[in-house]
């Protein structure tokens, strides 16, 4: 090997060698690569004296040079660690460093880049002929050494360490041990000061802004909400309820006037609040509701009330504990209906005694949650002051006029729900975590229980039956992934913009669904797979099982969200075109899903290599496939 | 229309109609047809001679004869009702019956049989082939009124209608009530003294020979298990574990001495015992049980002892509150172990004291069923009389040694586990009755619950969205077809010969899996298909999922259950061939699958009239297809 090569120049070196490898390049291709390279001004002449050499259409590589090639490129991937992964530029790179002691400069970098697309390899591709052209340098298969546990709890505390630990730390203590409490009154009032401990620890004010006595840190909220999934899930609920929901409304739908009066008292959970909005007769319809919200100019007050049986607010979680409703009611200015909207109710006095007006009633025992205070309010004229009206998007002004600041009344409607998505991702990632405890405990079960004396005499532990692996594994797998999905939809959601608003309440709407579904799914496999032990009280999945279950048609049935999912997608794939284009669309989409799926990714279907199942891009580009495939054969058949 | 005609040739109208028409039958078909009417002694000269005219294939009928067949055969298709099953033979007697008043004879019928086999049609075809000639004169689909809610009553009572509305009026009882109970302790003693009525009303004897006070009606016990599942079902599997399975151990794994003397207690309640197989080490695998029961010659005694913590006995039903044990344990004579046997041991005194030797612990709280009182057992080297042994399989004799009518010991194993197999139909039943309970409280929801405004302003009734009709109508029907399965298999038990055995025991174990998790599954969406009330304790499904989910787990693990209905479905299909004859067997399955689903079914797949769909012959070939066909490419898998 010529020692003079530059390390720029060196690191093309593989790509030469698959370009001309068997027929991966013709000579019209390599013709390209050659007038390309002509043109390159950042390279020096002596440079491109040796890539005009090496790709001069007409003069292939000798079989000696080519032989020195593959000697380099040997040499190089023998430095390779067990855990990196290969591509043709990262052996280049390596090929670069064996040769010099020089860094690559940028310009040769995007010569690099270059030619790899004038070649018309992508990544994906890239490995795939990398894995080809030298079967013997394949990575081999990580070692047990390469995980370690605290990269991974890393990975999964994702930058909220330190809250999860306090968290972690906190779930220690004997007051939030797991005992199983037959009477739900006695349930509810441990599940309260455990509401209060966590106020008192600090870590109900994350969603808040410091000036209200909060941190302003929305990430950190909803890893506390996560975190409370191994406790008593009635607490999580609880928390949601009080700090998500309640605190929620206030916050997102009220203004300056009610988070000054409100914040800090409701997440130190000195005022307990409740969110009213579902009523007997309307649940998923919220903008069906009946209870009435009716101003009247001359005492400047909202008359809050309930026309009849059916519409009083049901399931409503604090219902028992609670000084104040966030009710959902149908805003009546001058005889006018402006659509729902909230208003602060007090319902109970310091003593705890209900107010004139209000009724409450227990709903007593649940599948589940039973630390959960569910109740039903009924409202008889009740009379509040006008500032009790959460009045960010509608507003009675002076001279007693309904306005907003979003005309189009569904709009407003949609604007005021939109603060529900982040209890979705929170519910989406409660099941997730549910499943992820009901995995490890099913799981440990698995690898310490034996059943079935083998030929060798020992029983057989029963984690090697292949029909427990295939019934633990595969939802082991799907957990982590909803868990990734759902902690970026965090993520995104934290730092979104108006316009991403929409995308992100179809995602919220569809992992919410889908997480809680396989959690009720994942939680029962793990209790049939611990047979009777799964059944015992004190194994735990009795809990995980009972109080999740909800999980699958609360803050959204599952089944009315797939459906705003799937109308979602078919409005986006309607809005990107013209209706007139749509023939051409489908050819133009059955052109690229064919393009992702087998062009950029030539053995699909067909590699089983480790390497190949284990790579990113392929999950990504055949999940990808899927989507606008199924997406594609819908809107064909919605069209017929 | 000619009035001489007598009715039997009218009736053969429709047919020769059918088989003239189009292309349906060939000059040589109608020429056979016509020699064999000359064959027909019981024909009359005149009866002949039209029927030859009919069949004449060189001089078929003109058109304006064709004309008057159609007239007639529309005419006669008016008098049908709206329930008849309209077939060729059918619509041939209704136009025998417009043109005279005779009724057809024995020979005419005769006749009309023979021809119909001639024209090669079976009662299938011959329908498709009506529905094809006359599109206009299809049965109208049936109308609610030929819905007799007392016919459907008492086709599900199927016999027992007796019993099943003792159990019904008993349920209705207040101490039958269904309250929540949230102290364990209190539910148990509901449940046993509910099990107590049971027997004081008569209804826990059937299952018993009458010199015992029984009634020797095994059919009856089992209609009595499977409506407990209406009631408190902890109460259904406390009567099971008393009657079924310690009364099972004690009646058919005991002899004489055995049933004199407690036969007529246990089912009385006069004596509470519990069925002591299931170690905490040994669950599925009965075979590995670590309890001893070790016989001593010179004392003429047992020694019953758990030799470790794990060989204690776990989840057993009715531990604290029975006086006597059915003890499962490897039976020692001489040093010599013969598997398995069952030997009763005295667990508690007459004041309900522990016996020395006897420990017993809670299971305690469990997921469900919390009515039963499961506990752990331990012996400490207790000592019992030989007597105590239940030995019909296994007997020691006055010489202190060990003899068996079945001298293979696997063999005796198994016909032991044998008395299991009605335990399995029991649960079975119960899971699918509870899945009724669910599905009647979810349709019923579902048929008065409105949620969103429709376009006319009303709102829509949810059972009338095609996602909750996808939701709940699949698993009614699943429902049902799993109910007859296994109360058809309850009457098969009943009556069984020994040769019987197997495939019962194979039916009992593949059923009762499919029935229990296909119970979970549909309960679970019953829940979810009745939203936040669903989730309300007082709206059962609570009770329904916790009680039920031990099914798929308990009286054999479904997945356990599953690889032995697989083996036996293996080993039928391997014995009823020679090993050198595989090929040949896998072409004739083949070839038979073809015919049955292809030929005796000639529009498989294709026809989707409402009369084919709701064909039993249809399904069954259907089913007997994916049957064959699923068993043959398994085979050919695990050949490979």
Not at 172 to 190: G, S, V, Y
Not at 335 to 346: D, F, K, Q, Y
Not at 574 to 603: C, W
Request: hydrophobic residues 35%; proline residues 3%.
């Amino acid at each position: 090997m010529n020692e003079t090569l530059s390390p720029g120049i060196l690191s093309l070196l593989p790509l030469f060698y698959v370009g001309w490898s068997d027929s991966v390049l013709s000579p019209s291709e390599m013709k390209l690569i050659h007038s390309k390279i002509k043109s390159y001004d950042f390279l020096s002449e002596e440079e491109k004296s040796y890539l005009l050499k090496w790709s001069d259409p007409l003069n292939p590589p000798s079989e000696v040079e080519f032989k020195h090639w593959a000697q380099s490129i040997k040499k190089a991937s023998n430095e390779f660690s067990e855990s990196e992964r290969h591509s043709l530029i990262d052996l280049g790179i390596e090929i670069a460093k064996n040769n010099s002691n020089n860094t690559i400069s940028d310009s040769t970098k995007h010569a690099i880049e270059d030619l790899h697309q004038a070649l018309g390899l992508n990544n994906e591709s890239q490995n795939l002929l990398f894995d080809k052209l030298f079967p013997g340098l394949k990575t081999k298969q990580k070692s047990q050494k390469d995980y370690d546990p605290n990269v991974i709890k890393s990975l999964l505390d994702s930058g909220y360490d330190d809250t999860k630990n306090k968290v972690r730390s906190l779930l220690k203590d004997p007051m939030f041990a797991l005992n199983h409490e037959a009477d739900k009154d006695i349930h509810r009032l441990r599940v309260l000061e455990q509401l209060k401990a966590l106020a008192k620890q600090g870590l109900s004010g994350y969603a808040f802004p410091e000036k209200y006595g909060g941190m302003d840190k929305q990430g950190d909220h909803i890893a506390v909400f996560e975190m409370l999934a191994y406790g008593d899930i009635s607490t999580a609920i609880k928390f949601g309820v009080q700090i998500g929901l309640f605190g929620g409304a206030v916050y997102m739908l009220g203004t300056e006037k009610h988070h000054v009066k409100y914040v800090e008292a409701l997440h130190k959970t000195e005022l307990i609040g409740c969110f009213a909005m579902t009523e007997t007769g309307h649940g998923s319809d919220v903008k069906g509701l009946e209870t009435t919200a009716t101003y009247n100019h001359n005492t400047k007050e909202i008359t809050v009330h309930s026309p009849n049986f059916a519409a009083g607010k049901e399931y409503i979680g604090n219902a028992m504990h609670s000084s104040m409703a966030a009710v959902f009611a149908q805003l009546i200015v001058d005889g006018e209906s402006h659509g729902v909207h909230a208003v602060l109710v007090p319902i109970r006095d310091k003593n705890n005694n209900l107010l004139p007006g209000v009724k409450v009633e227990d709903c007593g025992y649940k599948l589940g949650l039973n630390g959960v205070d569910n109740g039903r309010i009924w409202f008889d004229n009740v009379k509040v002051p006008v500032d009790n009206l959460l009045n960010r998007y509608g507003h009675i002004n002076e001279s007693g006029a309904y306005e907003s600041p979003i005309s189009n009344p569904s709009k407003r409607f949609f604007t005021m729900l939109g603060a529900l998505v982040v209890g979705r991702i929170c519910v989406g990632l409660l099941g997730i975590n549910a499943s992820k405890k009901a995995l490890a405990i099913a799981i440990k079960y698995a690898n310490k229980r034996r059943q079935f004396q083998s030929k060798d005499g020992s029983e057989t532990l029963i984690m090697d039956y292949p029909t427990h692996q295939r019934r633990l594994i595969p939802a082991l797998s799907k957990t982590y992934a909803y868990y990734f999905a759902l902690k970026d939809l965090a993520e995104k959601y934290k730092d979104a913009t108006e316009e991403e608003t929409r995308e992100i309440e179809t995602l919220a709407a569809g992992l919410k669904a889908k997480a809680t579904w396989h959690a009720t799914h994942t939680i029962q496999t793990c209790r049939e797979c611990c047979g009777g032990k799964g059944y015992l009280f004190e194994n735990q999945f009795s809990s995980l099982k009972a109080d999740t279950d909800i999980f699958t048609t609360f803050e959204g049935d599952n089944t009315v969200l797939m459906q705003l999912v799937s109308k979602g997608l078919l409005t986006e794939f309607k809005q990107s075109f013209h209706d007139d284009g749509y023939r051409a669309v489908i050819k133009y989409l059955f052109t690229k899903v064919k393009h992702d799926a087998y062009e950029l990714n030539p053995v699909f279907g067909r590699n089983t290599d480790i390497e190949h199942l284990l790579d990113k891009r392929f999950h990504f580009h055949a999940f990808e496939y899927r989507r606008k495939k199924t997406l594609l054969t819908l809107s064909e058949r919605m069209r017929k």
